[in-house]
């Protein structure tokens, strides 16, 4: 059974930083492409950032040069340094494993960011 849990997230002032983490069981993630999405009250779930297996990181507009996707494969989790953070980046922020014809999400992780 695949398995996606996320953590780190919480309540920060504007400019404040947060880092998320996403531990996977079930899958190695070595052999996915890793994904951070988030949804706001009201909003469409959307994508923030992606790590492929191999391959350069990939950014939405809106987070690039603020936001960095790394993973450590040796303890099959993904991470999201969030630097900058906006009022805007309020959201419930979820992992995701793409890979084999399939995706895998989390339960989600709430990130609040006060002006």
């Known amino acids: 059974q695949v398995q996606l849990v996320e953590s780190g997230g919480g309540l920060v002032q504007a400019g404040g930083s947060l880092r998320l983490s996403c531990a996977a069981s079930?899958?190695?993630?070595?052999?996915?492409?890793m994904e951070w999405y988030r949804q706001a009250p009201g909003k469409q779930r959307e994508w923030v950032a992606a790590?492929?297996?191999?391959?350069?990181?990939d950014y939405a507009d809106s987070v690039k040069g603020r936001f960095t996707i790394s993973r450590e494969n040796a303890k099959n989790s993904v991470y999201l340094q969030m630097n900058s953070l906006k009022p805007e980046d309020t959201a419930v922020y979820y992992c995701?494993?793409?890979?084999?014809?399939?995706?895998?999400w989390g339960q989600g992780t709430q990130v609040t960011v006060s002006s």
């Open positions: 995701s494993a793409l890979g084999f014809g399939s995706r895998h």
């Open positions: 079930g899958i190695s993630i070595r052999m996915f492409r």
């Open positions: 790590i492929p297996s191999g391959g350069d990181t």
